[in-house]
Each structure stands twice: as structure tokens, then as C-alpha cells.
């Protein structure tokens, strides 16, 4: 079994100050709970970008200010999103991959978000993926239903992506695929063989699925945008926090922790673009 892959997902693009008073959101607070949750066992930072009062934003410059932050003080693989929150356009959610990071996200189909609708038409996920392509950033598709897999194959048939794959299954987003083992199985078994994954499970899911997913071979992503708590009514005082509970459930499970230059070689990112 490879070492684990653990990516802190800081903030997110709906998680506010007042539901979660730890949360980071300007740059210079987003690199510090970059480098803490570095400091904690993770590899890979994925990232959303704020403005000064808290509004998520999917500005080229924030989102280079960040990459310069986090690049700067850590070996940290830096993978920004392009989802942004569900009301931002194609344009919008486009840019931070004009920074050229090692990896981004893609969705690769709509699906319910909440009571919101998480857009994503093929015009859109074509044109990240050819962006993607041209800039030499690797797509981490994020999966919220079972046929973005289906779609995110099409890409490779269609040229627009080359394997290896590498997903995350985000699950139990209200209106999207439930948390359960049994649908993390389904999903592990869609993927290409010599793909690799990640499970973010959403709330109370995150730990039960994180250890399932430490216990199948694949990877883990915890933080604020996925879970704000660290126990029932209890508040996680950091991204850091959560990412330290992943490495000792590793650690019990005899799974060791990959360094991001672990991670770079597990997902065929070394070489590739700093
Ligand atoms: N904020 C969600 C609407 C991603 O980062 O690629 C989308 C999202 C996915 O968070
Ligand atoms: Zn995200």
C-alpha cells in the first residue's frame, strides 16, 4: 500500500467566522494554517480564496498571494479550486489556474449543493480540462455524484486529460451521494486501476470515512471546508487538528504518511511544474 496522502481543506467557500471563529481567511492566515497543518502531517493544501470581510472570491491575485505564502515557507503542493462557490461563473472560477499551480480541482458534472445547484456543464469542465492541460496542472476531480466519473473518463478519451487519474469523492454534501462505505466502494471500483483517490467525507462522515479510506489504500482530506468539528459540539480549534487525529489513525492502522514530495511521486506530479 502507498503512503498516505493527507490534504487540508482550510477554508472552503461556505463555512463562516460565525459558525467556525478559527477559520482562516485572508492570505496571511491561510498560509499559516497551511504551513501548521504542513507541521501536522499534510501534503497537500487545497484552497479557497477570501476577501478581507469573508466573502469567497475566486480572484487570480488573492489566490497568487496565497500560492507565494504557502510556496514560499513550505514544500506544500498547492491545489486551488475551481469550484468557488455555487454562484460564481465559468470566467471567475477559471482564473486561479492562470498561477499555473501543480494541481487544481474539477467537477465534472452539476449536481444539488445544499439548496443550491452546483453548475457544471461539459462546455465548462472541457475548458478548465484544456486549460489544465495546456498549463500542466493535474486535475484532482472532485465527485460529488457517480457519473462524473463517467464524464471525467470521457475527458480522457476525448484527449482533454491524461492518466493517471486522481479523484476525490466528496460525500454527504446535502442533495449530493450520501456518506456511506458502500458508496465509497462503489466509487473506488468506477475508477481506472491506476488511478488514485481520496475521500472527503463531509461533518460527522469525515473520521469514518478517512479511516475506511486509510484501511482501502486510498487518501484522506479533512479541514474547515468539509468539518468544523472535532467531536458532537465540539469545535476544532484548527485545519492542523484535524490533520493530527488522520495521522494517528495512520499511524494505529500501519499506514505511514507520505511528505508532499512523497505525494508528488504517488501522483505523478514530480517533474512536473513547482
Ligand atoms: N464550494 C463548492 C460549491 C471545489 O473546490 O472544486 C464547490 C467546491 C469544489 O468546493
Ligand atoms: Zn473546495
Avoid at 487540508?8 to 485572508?26: F, Y
Wanted: hydrophobic share 40%; glycine share 8%; aromatic share 6%.
Amino acid at each position: 500500500m502507498s503512503k498516505l496522502i493527507i490534504t487540508a481543506a482550510l477554508t472552503g467557500a461556505e463555512v463562516t467566522r460565525e459558525q467556525q471563529p478559527n477559520l482562516p481567511i485572508t492570505p496571511q492566515e491561510i498560509s499559516a494554517a497551511a504551513l501548521e497543518a504542513y507541521q501536522a502531517g499534510a501534503a497537500i493544501v487545497h484552497v479557497h480564496a477570501r476577501r478581507k470581510d469573508g466573502s469567497p472570491t475566486q480572484d487570480r491575485d488573492i489566490y497568487g498571494e496565497i500560492q507565494r505564502l504557502v510556496t514560499g515557507a513550505s514544500p506544500l503542493i498547492f491545489q486551488p479550486s475551481t469550484g468557488g462557490a455555487t454562484w460564481h461563473s465559468a470566467a471567475e472560477r477559471l482564473q486561479p489556474l492562470d498561477l499555473s499551480p501543480e494541481m487544481a480541482t474539477l467537477s465534472t458534472g452539476t449536481c444539488n449543493f445544499g439548496r443550491d445547484i452546483f453548475a457544471n456543464p461539459q462546455d465548462f469542465y472541457e475548458k478548465a480540462a484544456r486549460i489544465m492541460q495546456e498549463r500542466g496542472v493535474k486535475p484532482e476531480f472532485e465527485v460529488f455524484e457517480a457519473g462524473m466519473i463517467d464524464n471525467a473518463l470521457r475527458l480522457v478519451r476525448d484527449g482533454f486529460v491524461q492518466a493517471p487519474l486522481h479523484f476525490n469523492f466528496v460525500l454527504g454534501v446535502p442533495g449530493a451521494m450520501s456518506a456511506s462505505v458502500r458508496n465509497l466502494s462503489f466509487l473506488v471500483d468506477s475508477i481506472p486501476p491506476d488511478a488514485t483517490w481520496t475521500v472527503s467525507g463531509i461533518g460527522r462522515f469525515e473520521t469514518p470515512l478517512a479511516a475506511a479510506a486509510i484501511a482501502m489504500g486510498g487518501h484522506v482530506r479533512v479541514g474547515f471546508e468539509d468539518n468544523i468539528y472535532y467531536g458532537r459540539g465540539e469545535l476544532a480549534t484548527s485545519n492542523a487538528q484535524l490533520v493530527a487525529r488522520i495521522v494517528r489513525i495512520a499511524n494505529e492502522l500501519g499506514r505511514q504518511v507520505a511528505t508532499p514530495d512523497q505525494a508528488r511521486e504517488i501522483l505523478g506530479l514530480a517533474g512536473k511544474n513547482a
